[in-house]
């Protein structure tokens, strides 16, 4: 027999109202911080651990989750745990809640497992809808750009989407820029508008600030939604004296010693300096920095613990 207590919602859960910020030109507002369940929500993490973060999330204020077809791992146990949070302790908030997934990588296999088809965008958010127990997202994304599929075809899959009832909004990510300026026009003309991109920005890799993508974003209402803060770790206190040997690093899970050069060690330093200057973690005024950034809507974090996530949500008062 099931005995875990019945969750109750903080009562508090929205009192910092600096925590929210308009998404482009929508009426969508969204967390400053957003969670991210790429990693340490799989089929391999302790399920009560997802739901331990999850519930201190959504206790102080993080209204959007945001998941894609393949995380985990393995491939979909992401949003099969999230199904299970909806069962057991969200159900009754779903309509607080802004709930993404995307589609565009490796998935399953075959030719329609993957890219940018019509078939693959639809039946990939067909199973999310089933793996998670609800009936709509809020939120799909077209996870990459498909240079092998006509932009057409990929775009008319996200507007025939949103008219399905399937999802109320879409959003685009890791696409280039010209590929992006595409994508907002078609959108446009069809009365389905680009709510947010979501791309990569962290101290160590600044390229959409570089090239203009976030400025872009800024000129037309889209909304920009970071992901890789922390750049893997790399912009926390977690190398400061080293290789922990159960680190990414040392897993060679993403991220690779011989990334960890003079170069990176020096912007790291730099951070570090700033948030002792602050008072802060490293971790903190990584994440700040991110939000001073003119058009930065929300960050992700990737949160592996409740500590974690409290140190993060931190950097949206002190950096």
């Given amino acids: 027999m099931d005995t875990k207590p019945f969750y109750k919602a903080s009562d508090n859960r929205y009192d910092n109202q600096g925590m929210y910020t308009f998404c482009g030109h929508s009426g969508v507002i969204l967390p400053k911080l957003s969670l991210g ?3 340490n929500f799989g089929s391999v993490d302790p399920y009560e651990r997802s739901r331990a973060i999850t519930h201190y999330a959504f206790d102080h204020g993080i209204t959007h989750f945001d998941l894609a077809n393949n995380y985990g791992p393995v491939y979909g146990s992401a949003e099969e745990t999230m199904g ?7 159900r009754p908030y779903r309509d607080e809640l802004f709930i993404s997934t995307k589609a565009g990588y490796d998935m ?4 329609y497992g993957n890219g940018g088809s019509r078939k693959y965008l639809m039946a990939s958010l067909d199973q999310s809808l089933k793996r998670m127990h609800i009936d709509y997202v809020d939120l799909f994304y077209s996870h990459r750009y498909d240079p092998n599929t006509p932009i057409e075809e990929t775009l008319q899959a996200l ?3 949103v008219r399905a009832g399937k999802a109320l909004y879409v959003g685009i990510s890791n696409w280039p820029l010209e590929q992006l300026r595409k994508g ?3 959108l446009a003309a069809r009365d389905v508008p680009l709510l947010i991109y979501q791309g990569k920005l962290n101290r160590l890799w600044t390229e959409h600030i570089d090239n203009g993508l976030l400025a872009f974003c800024k000129e037309k209402g889209i909304g920009y939604i970071a992901f890789s803060p922390l750049a893997q770790g790399l912009l926390t206190d977690r ?6 040997s159960d680190s990414r690093m040392a897993k060679g899970k ?11 060690r020096a912007k790291v330093a730099a951070v570090r300096v700033e948030a002792a200057e602050r008072k802060i973690t490293t971790a903190q005024r990584a994440l700040g920095w991110i939000l001073e950034q003119q058009g930065v809507t929300s960050v992700l974090v990737g949160a592996s613990s409740v500590e974690q996530l409290q140190d993060n949500l931190a950097a949206i008062n002190v950096h």
């Fill in 37 to 39: 369940m790429w990693h």
């Fill in 184 to 186: 907002y026009d078609y």
């Fill in 239 to 244: 190398y400061i004296n080293g290789i922990p």
């Fill in 254 to 264: 993403f991220l690779r010693a011989e990334q960890l050069n003079d170069e990176v």
């Fill in 84 to 90: 299970r949070l909806m069962d057991d302790s969200f």
């Fill in 108 to 111: 399953w296999p075959g030719p």
């Fill in 159 to 161: 507007v025939d989407i």
